[in-house]
């Protein structure tokens, strides 16, 4: 059984750093990318960026460029979304999905969803 | 950057058909994918590659695809279809996901 298995709510305080994970599991996690997606509370569905775990390529939203860093251990199946200044408006759900070898592909399976919070 | 345009809400009795659209310049031509989200839960793909269904996705969703306007039907609503649903697509010119706004689907 495919799952995409993300890590546990967080709190945090802005200017603090995160570092947010996901394990894939039952699927060669080589062998599909993955993305994150931002859900703000109330709001619709963003595309932050993708990493392909094979070789850590990765494509960022420019929304998101240079806020975030998308990357990935494929020893253990875990990609990783990782903030080094969290800011108020980073509160939101966050899923991993995971795409097939093409841009055109589907996201097939999304994770449960990290719940960040950033707050003084 | 590309735009996918969904309506914010669509309103449908139990037993009828819902629409709902997603538009975007000449989206005909591309690879269009819709979600399903419940409150509280993760997004479901329902739809990929404008009409096909993975599997355990019941056959009264479809879609197609054509011009300016993807479209995601849903025969026989039912209660439990009640959730927003986003369209998304690749846009090859900046090699970026887009997803639509979302469409709010209530079941009167």
């Known amino acids: 059984e495919v799952q995409l298995v993300q890590s546990g709510a967080e709190v945090k305080k802005p200017g603090e750093s995160l570092r947010i994970s996901c394990k894939g599991s039952?699927?060669?996690?080589?062998?599909?990318?993955i993305s994150w997606v931002r859900q703000m509370p109330g709001k619709g569905l963003e595309w932050m960026g993708r990493?392909?775990?094979?070789?850590?390529?990765?494509n960022y939203s420019p929304s998101f460029q240079g806020h975030v860093t998308i990357s990935a251990d494929k020893s253990i199946s875990t990609a990783y979304l990782q903030w080094s200044s969290l800011k108020a408006s980073d509160t939101a759900m966050y899923y991993c999905?995971?795409?097939?070898?093409?841009?055109?592909?589907?996201?097939?399976?999304w994770g449960q969803g990290t719940l960040v919070t950033v707050s003084s | 950057s590309y735009v996918l345009t969904q309506p914010p809400s669509v309103s449908v009795a139990p037993g009828k058909t819902a629409r709902i659209t997603c538009g975007g310049n000449n989206i005909g031509s591309k690879s269009v994918h819709w979600y399903q989200q419940k409150p509280g839960q993760a997004p479901v793909l329902v739809i990929y590659?404008?009409?096909d269904r993975p599997s355990g996705i019941p056959e009264r969703f479809s879609g197609s695809n054509s011009g300016n306007t993807a479209t995601l039907t849903i025969s026989r609503v039912e209660a439990g279809d009640e959730a927003d649903y986003y369209c998304q697509v690749w846009d090859s010119s900046s090699d970026h996901q887009v997803f639509g706004g979302g469409t709010k689907l209530t079941v009167l």
């Open positions: 039952g699927y060669s996690f080589t062998s599909y990318w």
């Open positions: 590659y404008d009409s």
């Open positions: 999905a995971r795409q097939e070898y093409s841009s055109s592909a589907s996201f097939d399976y």
């Open positions: 990493i392909d775990p094979s070789d850590s390529y990765t």
